[in-house]
């Protein structure tokens, strides 16, 4: 088991460690509880908190272990951070010389690749690609992300034994047709990287910088576009916001600003309080125009005081989308790969990385789409 895998465990238990502990607060504070269920639900908490500490030494052995084999490797430089781009350097300019990757580059980016059959992207690569962006993809900061093979989570992280009281609301109706939880595919593409030789030739940062900028702007812009175009590629249909598969609901006003309004007003009460508008800034100047009629004041408010939820924007969000976006949740692959290709429209060699990714929103029910009420 990875580093990763061995992080995601931890998270996993920390939470129920979270949840356990409140829940032996509550017994305390509740004069109905025995003695015998506290004393089961204390030794929960402790069996927890033994599995949380287990998987952290795990975890803290393995960064010492990388630590010193880090150390004794043959990539030179003053500081860690300049192994680490002196390695990603020369990884690449190895893959465009169409040579092998040197065991000592590999290992000093983390490659658990034990096989070698495989052109997988080292760890440390992938890791920052993922969770460290140079480009800002707004959902980054609102929706789920994750990375690991063949994920299968709960449609919804909690239910109630006497839950009749909810049962004609649109989550319940949501659920009673859909399956208990999300199983996530893997859906295949590809970020370019052209390099020319002036770059290939220059400074081990300016060349990592270059691609990395390169492949983060790609995987930033795959995530937008698969959650917000309205004209999904055959099998995709799943990912998109403002397909006719999620059939999410529309809500309608007189103008865009009460649209927004209604939507937020639509929405059940355990998403609205975690709501966020996602829409693009034309939109948003726009209303705020309309809105000041000639009054600055506007102007120098922030989106939430004006709107009454957080908004962040996204220039391919064409009609606004609110709602509780930790029900969007992205994954990828746990493993990305690496080659070269040459470009026939410019002649250059590009740095190809392949990975694997999908999109599920998991509760069609905590969304609304935001239109502005045609007149005929």
Not at 41 to 70: C, H, P, W, Y
Not at 264 to 279: F, G, P, R, W
Not at 311 to 334: I, K, M, Q, T
């Amino acid at each position: 088991m990875n580093r990763y895998q061995l992080e995601q465990m931890l998270a996993g238990v920390g939470q129920e460690l979270d949840v356990a502990n409140k829940k032996l607060t509550s017994m305390y504070a509740d004069a109905k509880t025995t003695l015998e269920a506290r004393s089961e639900q204390k030794e929960t908490v402790k069996d927890l908190e033994e599995r949380f500490n287990g998987i952290k030494s795990q975890i803290d052995e393995m960064d010492k272990k990388a630590a010193a084999k880090l150390n004794q490797q043959s990539i030179e430089g003053t500081t860690p951070e300049e192994k680490v781009v002196k390695a990603k350097a020369e990884l690449i300019r190895a893959v465009m010389a169409n040579k092998p990757v040197p065991q000592e580059v590999k290992a000093a980016l983390g490659d658990n690749n034990a096989t070698g059959g495989e052109k997988i992207l080292p760890r440390t690569m992938t890791n920052e690609l993922l969770h460290e962006p140079f480009v800002k993809n707004p959902l980054r900061d609102i929706s789920t992300f994750t990375n690991i093979t063949n994920l299968e989570v709960p449609r919804i992280t909690f239910s109630l034994d006497d839950d009749d009281f909810i049962k004609d609301t649109e989550t319940a109706k949501e659920l009673k047709d859909s399956t208990d939880t999300v199983q996530f595919g893997r859906f295949k593409f590809k970020v370019f990287s052209s390099l020319s030789e002036t770059i290939l030739l220059g400074t081990d940062t300016n060349l990592v910088q270059t691609v990395e900028a390169a492949l983060e702007s790609g995987l930033a812009k795959k995530e937008k576009v698969v959650a917000f175009t309205k004209s999904p590629k055959s099998g995709e249909e799943h990912m998109s916001f403002y397909s006719a598969q999620n059939a999410i609901k529309e809500v309608e006003g007189d103008d865009l600003y009460k649209a927004i309004k209604n939507a937020l007003a639509d929405l059940e009460d355990d998403y609205s309080e975690n709501a966020t508008i996602v829409m693009t800034k034309k939109d948003y100047y726009d209303m705020i125009e309309t809105l000041a009629n000639g009054n600055t004041t506007l102007y120098m408010a922030q989106p939430e005081q004006v709107l009454g939820a957080p908004v962040e924007f996204c220039d391919v969000a064409v009609d606004p989308v609110v709602g509780d976006f930790r029900y969007s949740h992205y994954n990828y692959d746990l493993n990305m790969l690496y080659d070269r290709d040459k470009n026939v429209r410019t002649g250059m060699e590009d740095f190809v990385l392949t990975a694997w990714i999908d999109h599920r929103i998991k509760l069609k029910s905590a969304f609304r789409i935001a239109k502005k009420k045609v007149t005929p």
